[in-house]
């Protein structure tokens, strides 16, 4: 064959690893991760988040009692308001058994949590006067116990925490499938008057008691809310928009931002725009207002019009946030008590970098929230 300009031929080279594509923006990677994830099923619970900041598991759990004896509750639900935090205390080690358990049953019952300013008194099932040492005794041997801080929004209103606690424990016992071995102590020291139950490990049959993942994360929330309800009533329109506009420029983690997270539709976005096929959203214009919040503090993005996105740590963040504020909250509630003006005085937050030593006296101690991180 003679020699043409047109031929060539060719040579291989050695392969080469081809560089990964540039992830480019944050609302990019939403996109493509939306186009990748096709449509979304109906069934099933939408974004709940992790205290990380990462999505988990959407779905039911199918592992523990507790499986299918509640209904999940919405943010704009008539129904009356609680806040339920959840832990469980694994037992690991003898150290760990002899003294966290005595160690937290001394601080619930600490001076001043009552009304008269008084230690609070632990009570159970069938008595005022629960024997809180013998408690701790008898799990001592399990493998974990529970510990709740169940929050009505309304505790103020309600005529006995004793008695709603009862109730509210009989009614987990049926949905459970078990008698409980529980004690519990309310609390009157803080906005919000709250009830703490530490709850035995263990079902009536002598096995380790496991509880549904889905019924510690809704279901008590959702018995505690019916209890209430049937003894105040349903909250009036008006009482949920009140609610909501206290939330708008909360700088910690909100129902609302929970709701949010609901409305994600595909990939993480939040689609409040409007559209023929579909019914508009009459709360849209909270939403928009508590997005445009979270996004000054860089929690949020708006991709479009009506369209928004949350960022993977923003309810991390916004639980720190909630945190550090009560601590300076109750800070200053302690100043006001003890009539120490604010300009004669100095505080520091454990943590902080000190180049001089802090000299003073120690006024008042506690842990702000003994469940941090669970919900």
């Known amino acids: 064959m003679s020699h043409d300009d047109r031929e060539f031929r060719i040579r291989p080279g050695r392969p080469r690893s081809t560089p990964a594509p540039r992830s480019g923006s944050f609302v990019n990677q939403v996109l493509r991760a939306a186009r990748k994830a096709g449509p979304v099923r109906k069934s099933g619970s939408a974004g709940e988040s992790s205290s990380s900041g990462r999505s988990v598991r959407t779905g039911h759990s199918t592992f523990g009692r507790g499986r299918a004896g509640f209904g999940r509750s919405r943010l704009f639900s008539p129904q009356r308001r609680v806040v339920v935090k959840a832990r469980v205390v694994r037992h690991r080690g003898r150290s760990f058994r002899s003294a966290p358990m005595t160690a937290h049953l001394a601080y ?25 040492p013998a408690f701790a005794e008898h799990c001592q ?24 606690t009862r109730d ?3 009614q987990v016992e049926k949905d459970l499938g078990t008698d409980l071995d529980w004690i519990a102590v309310d609390h009157w020291n803080t906005d919000n008057p709250h009830v703490h139950v530490i709850l035995r490990g263990r079902a009536d049959d002598g096995k380790d008691l496991v509880i549904s993942r889905d019924y510690i994360r809704e279901g008590l929330r959702g018995r505690a809310q019916d209890l209430i309800t049937q003894e105040l ?34 990939g993480g976005v939040i689609d409040l725009a409007p559209h023929p096929d579909r019914q508009p959203d009459a709360y849209a214009s909270f939403k928009v207002t508590r997005l445009r919040k979270l996004e000054t503090l860089g929690l ?8 928004w996105v949350l960022t993977e740590n923003a309810q991390a963040v916004l639980r720190e946030m909630g945190l550090l504020g009560d601590i300076i909250k109750r800070i200053h509630r302690g100043l006001s008590e003890r009539g120490i003006e604010r300009g004669s005085a100095s505080y520091v937050l454990a943590g902080e970098s000190l180049d001089d030593p802090v000299l ?16």
Not at 300 to 307: K, R
Request: no cysteine; net charge negative.
């Open 141 to 164: 041997d399990d493998r974990h116990h529970f510990r709740f801080i169940v929050s009505p929004e309304d505790a103020a209103d309600m005529a006995d925490l004793k008695r709603f």
């Open 168 to 170: 509210f424990m009989t």
């Open 108 to 132: 619930l019952q600490r001076e001043g949590v009552r009304r008269d300013d008084s230690g609070g008194l632990m009570f159970h099932a069938r008595s005022d006067d629960a024997d809180d």
């Open 360 to 375: 003073g006296r120690l006024s008042e101690r506690g842990l702000d929230d003994a469940l941090k991180g669970t919900a």
């Open 233 to 266: 009533g349903p909250r009036h329109d008006h009482e949920i928009r009140r609610n909501l506009v206290r939330q708008l420029d909360a700088e910690r983690w909100t129902a609302l931002d929970r709701q949010l997270v609901r409305d994600a539709a595909r």
């Open 300 to 307: 949020a993005e708006q991709l479009g019009p009506g369209q």
